[in-house]
């Protein structure tokens, strides 16, 4: 069966420096990877994600990620934080020509110091 | 552009009580999902629903949850007998044939006393 893991549950960086969170997934076919940002109390928003073709993709504010199929991830980056990145992220994975469901991993919240 | 439209934002309902989840999907969408976050906790598939019928479901989605699509634009989740359990964000998701990616709705809130 898919699935998606996250292995840091919170994060902590300061403010204008680089960021990277890590996503590692398990499933025998393409996948197509999706990363959602999620303010607290806040629905999710897509931040970026990734069907084919370059694998270092861009998303909405600032952020990339990279697809490495050798090593199964789909790590999110920016390289300068801002006070307003303080949100939870979520790795997300659904099998490529398939009708099938997303699998969302746990979490990473993302904590900014002043 | 068009997106995905949840009703209400914000429930409170009795423990033991019905409740029912409306979404408005993106027109033209034909694959229906909903989700589960309860709070602080990640978000959990629930059921998928296609041609008018569940695809696939979650262990979660037990008796008390069933699904439908009864007029052609909505696709509601009723809980037949709501527990303290049941308070989460409840996602509602579309996602059109073919597409790769499914367009979210903004949640309800369910907060079961």
């Known amino acids: 069966a898919q699935s998606v893991t996250q292995p840091d549950i919170h994060i902590t960086v300061s403010e204008g420096a680089s960021l990277e969170l890590r996503c590692n997934y398990s499933?025998?076919?393409?996948?197509?990877l999706f990363w959602y940002v999620q303010s607290p109390g806040q629905g999710l928003q897509l931040l970026l994600k990734?069907?084919?073709?370059?694998?270092l993709v861009q998303g909405i504010k600032g952020f990339e990620a990279e697809f490495k199929r050798s090593q199964s991830s789909f790590n999110l980056r920016k390289p300068s934080v801002h006070w307003s990145d303080a949100a939870e992220y979520f790795c997300?994975?659904?099998?490529?020509?398939?009708?099938?469901?997303?699998?969302f991993g746990k979490g990473t919240r993302l904590h900014i110091l002043p | 552009e068009p997106e995905v439209t949840q009703t209400p934002s914000h429930q409170v309902t009795q423990m033991g009580q019905e409740v029912i989840l409306r979404c408005v999907p993106i027109?033209?969408?034909?694959?229906f999902y909903w989700y589960r976050q309860i709070l602080g906790q990640k978000v959990e598939f629930l059921v998928s629903?296609?041609?008018?019928?569940?695809?696939?479901k979650s262990e979660i989605f037990d008796d008390q949850f069933s699904v439908e699509r009864p007029d052609g634009s909505n696709f509601t989740l009723k809980i037949r007998s709501t527990k303290l359990e049941d308070s989460a964000m409840y996602f509602c998701?579309?996602?059109?044939?073919?597409?790769?990616?499914?367009?979210f709705g903004q949640g309800t809130r369910l907060t079961v006393v």
């Open positions: 998701a579309s996602r059109g044939t073919g597409g790769m990616e499914a367009f």
């Open positions: 990734y069907f084919s073709g370059d694998t």
């Open positions: 629903f296609y041609n008018n019928e569940i695809s696939e």
């Open positions: 499933y025998g076919a393409t996948p197509y």
């Open positions: 027109s033209n969408h034909l694959y």
């Open positions: 997300a994975v659904r099998a490529a020509n398939r009708d099938d469901k997303i699998i």
